[in-house]
């Protein structure tokens, strides 16, 4: 079938091709006559030349043809789309339970909200929870009342990641090197460690805060009440004039930490090159 269809397509290419002989024989008076071989080349050469700007002229005509039927295909479907659009907008009906939105806006939400508020209220409430925090500091964790008596030491010496120079530029200690400060200053301080929320404790350092503090080298050595627990302002009220204004709160436990206090009440005091903590129990 190939075959006779490849025949046939090839009859139709002669048949033109000799019409088109025929046309440009009559057209052109150096074809009329006989033909000879130099005559039958430039035939051959015009009716080729002639087929190739046929083919051309027919593409570019196809081409044309093609892309305004595309064109006009998305003209025609544009409408259509438009045409339909209402006809597309069809009441189907009610399929089950249906509500109306009784949501109520967000900004008209805040605005009621904000009107039912007693802004001094909460500011009252605001500034007594503030003052609570102030009078009542987050506890030390980890420290425990003393069940027995413990007594330890502390090396203050520490390395230098970098040189210790006077303001004058003079270098005292170079970088790496060991430095204990109490070899060059003393600590005159006792330190008393409580739990201002034990009743027991708080007994305990007014006895001891009426026992004169000892002499380092003939320096007076004054006392330092630092909570581990409870209010700062509570402690101030029963202690005497002469201790109020020397009570403080070790945040963070930083001090208890650093010292490696694990129980209260203790006391801390220099001895030597190093510091002396006692941890005590009390007595039930």
Aim: hydrophobic letters at 35%.
């Amino acid at each position: 079938m190939m075959k006779n269809l490849y025949s046939g397509d090839s009859l139709i290419r002669r048949t033109d091709k000799s019409a088109r002989m025929h046309e440009i024989i009559g057209a052109n008076k150096e074809y009329q006559g006989v033909l000879t071989p130099a005559s039958m080349l430039n035939l051959d050469a015009a009716i080729a030349s002639n087929d190739i700007e046929s083919n051309a002229t027919t593409k570019t005509t196809m081409t044309d043809s093609r892309s305004f039927v595309i064109f006009a295909g998305w003209i025609i479907l544009s409408l259509q789309i438009l045409l339909s659009t209402n006809a597309s907008a069809t009441d189907l009906g009610t399929h089950g339970a249906s509500f109306k939105i009784t949501e109520e806006p967000f900004i008209q939400m805040m605005k009621n909200r904000m009107e039912k508020v007693d802004i001094e209220s909460e500011k009252d409430k605001i500034q007594k929870r503030a003052k609570y925090k102030v009078e009542n500091p987050t506890p030390v964790k980890g420290i425990q009342p003393a069940t027995k008596d413990r007594t330890f030491y502390f090396d203050p010496s520490y390395t230098l990641d970098k040189d210790a120079a006077l303001p004058c530029g003079k270098i005292l200690h170079k970088a790496g090197a060991t430095v204990n400060p109490l070899e060059h200053m003393d600590l005159n301080r006792r330190m008393f460690f409580v739990d201002g929320r034990n009743h027991d404790q708080i007994e305990w350092l007014k006895e001891r805060l009426k026992t004169p503090s000892p002499k380092v080298k003939n320096q007076i050595i004054e006392d330092r009440v630092i909570l581990i627990g409870g209010s700062v302002f509570k402690l101030k009220e029963e202690l005497s004039d002469t201790h109020a204004d020397k009570v403080y709160f070790d945040q963070s436990g930083e001090l208890t930490t650093k010292f490696g206090i694990k129980a209260s009440p203790a006391i801390v005091v220099q001895e030597g090159l190093a510091l002396k903590i006692e941890e005590v129990e009390i007595p039930r």
